[in-house]
């Protein structure tokens, strides 16, 4: 989709106004780690949100009482030993009570919660064992071990516990960078490396020209092709339904990521149509492909993959919860898209948006106006492709979600990503929460700092939104310099529970708001975080405004 130059010159407005109301770090009266925990918005009472949630076609999820429900959030991954996140005291990976309450303070109502498959399922057997990568039919390479699995799940339960104690849903994201730590990433285990015969060499830089790598490649291509006795594409299917099983019942799972930012060295040799049919063809299994996505060639999948896919192998065990599926990684920039309709339910057709305007070390934009227009194009983008994904089950197409952009300490490109998000209408998760050595990351992208203060991007991410609107949206905005915020919907008659807005108020209002509205009225007591609207009982379209200090 094509900007015209006015929305150009509007997003150059938008990020000059950003700058001007703060980059410094550490912005003075924003909460820490150390803030008293009574103060969380959210632990007492009920949820804004009622699950299950449901993704039926359209581009929005519901809850069970009908409404139409955004998520605002933040990205936690540990990408060393353990692998997880989870409550721990005195571990560097420990994920506290004080982490959830500064998340609800903040009004995130989800986390991506990350896992990996080394973690999952280490396996002994080494790198390129001939038992596992040699090619031929594929069978059980025998490193499931049930017992290490459950142990695992069990640490990582202690913090999805955790973060629905504070009423923030969870989603698992089986993370990877770069395949394995053989290629300075993480991700898969040892076992699970086959790169037949290729000695790694590790290029000098930035983490991730380890993609570029022809040992890598090999890596990727015997995953995606699943040519190698080993069946890993086969394991990776069983270890997701194990996972999916382990948390079917559990309320404040969202749903799951099956595989972060998929990439084939294809995708710069042969381009994105011919990765794409492998991705859908490890998603779906090759029994369960759709039609192209329109404009795309007729494809067939791989010999060796799996009849059942990752999806329906989630769904197996675990058919209510969400699956957050990815397109390839350079959607991101705004690639096109060819992972094309899959006709199965509770799909989420979740992308990442990140600029190529950014440093290479810390991330952030070496050039905002050109970052912001960019995000913005890739967003609109996605935002169309949504719509070509329709299938019998989603006839209006799956919901979309963003569960990644930012990774920088530039409120002025982060509030400009927010501000287009809101335009769009869609939820998102920041990356990321905090910095825990990342080795495919820098200390920039973390919003909580090393001592347990927020950088200043929190201003721009902790918004004024609606957490669930008994009705359709039409438009969402939100000013972090003023405070001022616009919803208006089209009433759903037939949903009877209220409209529910998060407000920010230590950080936005500490003078309290004033809320406005035509076509129904506040049902919430004056000054409360959570802002309750009830529809009027005939009318036309609700319009809610808030403005700060007394009304």
């Keep these: 989709m094509r900007r015209s130059a006015l929305t150009i010159a509007v997003i150059g407005i938008w990020v000059a106004s950003m700058t001007a109301c703060g980059s410094t770090k550490n912005s003075p009266g924003l909460p820490n780690l150390s803030s008293p ?19 039926l076609g359209g581009p929005y999820l519901y809850d069970s ?50 896992m990996t498959w080394k973690g999952l399922e280490p396996g002994a057997a080494p790198a390129n064992d001939p038992a596992i990568c040699a ?30 104690r504070f009423h923030i849903f969870t989603i698992l994201d089986m993370h990877q960078d770069v395949y394995n730590e053989a290629f300075d990433g993480e991700g898969a285990p040892n076992w699970a490396v086959c790169t037949d015969g290729v000695p790694n060499v590790d290029p000098p830089g930035r983490w991730s020209l380890g993609y570029g790598t022809a040992a890598a490649g090999r890596a990727f291509h015997n995953f995606w092709t699943n040519d190698v006795v080993g069946d890993l594409q086969g394991e990776f299917d069983r270890v997701w339904s194990a996972v999916a099983g382990y948390f079917s019942d559990d309320p404040w ?11 084939s060295t294809s995708l710069t040799k042969i381009g994105d149509e011919h990765f794409d049919n492998q991705l859908e063809c490890f998603y779906a299994g090759s029994a369960y492909v759709g039609s192209p996505v329109p404009g795309a060639s007729a494809f067939s999948c791989p010999q060796q993959d799996p009849a059942s896919g990752v ?62 227009s960019q995000e913005a194009r ?13 299938s019998s ?125 035509s076509g129904g009225s506040v049902v919430s007591k004056p000054g409360k975080e959570l802002l309750e609207i009830a529809n009027a009982k005939v009318g036309g379209a609700v319009t809610v405004r808030l403005r700060r200090g007394g009304c």
Excluded at 142 to 163: C, P, R
Excluded at 253 to 263: A, H, R, S, V
Excluded at 378 to 390: Q, V
Aim: aromatic fraction near 12%; glycine fraction near 8%; include cysteine.
């Design 37 to 55: 925990i009574v103060h969380a918005p959210t632990i007492a009472g009920s949820p804004a949100i009622s699950g299950p949630i449901t993704s």
């Design 65 to 114: 009482e009908g409404r139409v429900v955004f998520f605002h959030g933040v990205n936690a991954v540990y990408k060393l030993p353990p692998y997880e996140l989870y409550p721990d005291p005195g571990k560097p990976w420990n994920l506290t009570a004080s982490d959830a309450s500064l998340m609800a303070r903040l009004g995130f109502n989800v986390v991506r919660l990350g």
């Design 135 to 164: 090619p031929g039919a594929p069978h059980d390479p025998g490193q499931f071990n049930q017992a290490h699995l459950d142990s695992y799940l069990e640490n990582l339960k202690k913090t999805v516990d955790l973060l629905g």
């Design 253 to 263: 799972i969202l749903g799951y990521d099956p595989f972060n930012e998929p990439f």
């Design 311 to 372: 999806i329906p192998s989630i769904l197996s065990s675990d058919p209510d919860h969400l699956i957050f599926y990815e397109p390839d990684i350079y959607a991101s920039h705004g690639a096109p898209n060819f992972v094309g309709p899959m006709n199965l339910p509770n799909l989420i057709f979740n992308v990442h948006v990140y600029c190529g305007h950014r440093s290479p070390v810390t991330g952030n934009p070496t050039n905002l106006e050109a970052c912001a």
């Design 378 to 390: 890739s967003l609109a983008t996605r935002r169309d492709d949504r719509s070509d994904l329709a």
């Design 393 to 517: 089950i989603q006839p209006g197409g799956p919901a979309w979600f963003v569960s990644e952009f930012g990774a920088s300490s530039s409120s002025a490109m982060v509030g400009a990503f927010t501000n287009e998000a809101n335009k769009s209408l869609v939820g998102w998760t920041y990356w990321a929460w905090r910095y825990y050595n990342d080795p495919t990351g820098s200390a920039d992208e973390a919003l909580v700092t090393s001592a347990g203060q927020l950088e200043s991007t929190a201003s721009v991410l902790s918004e004024t939104y609606p957490e669930a609107i008994a009705g359709t949206p039409t438009a969402i905005s939100f000013n972090p310099t003023t405070g001022a915020f616009l919803l208006r919907y089209l009433p759903n008659y037939a949903v009877s529970a209220p409209t529910v807005i998060f407000v920010p108020t230590q950080i936005h209002y500490p003078n309290g708001y004033c809320a406005k509205v």
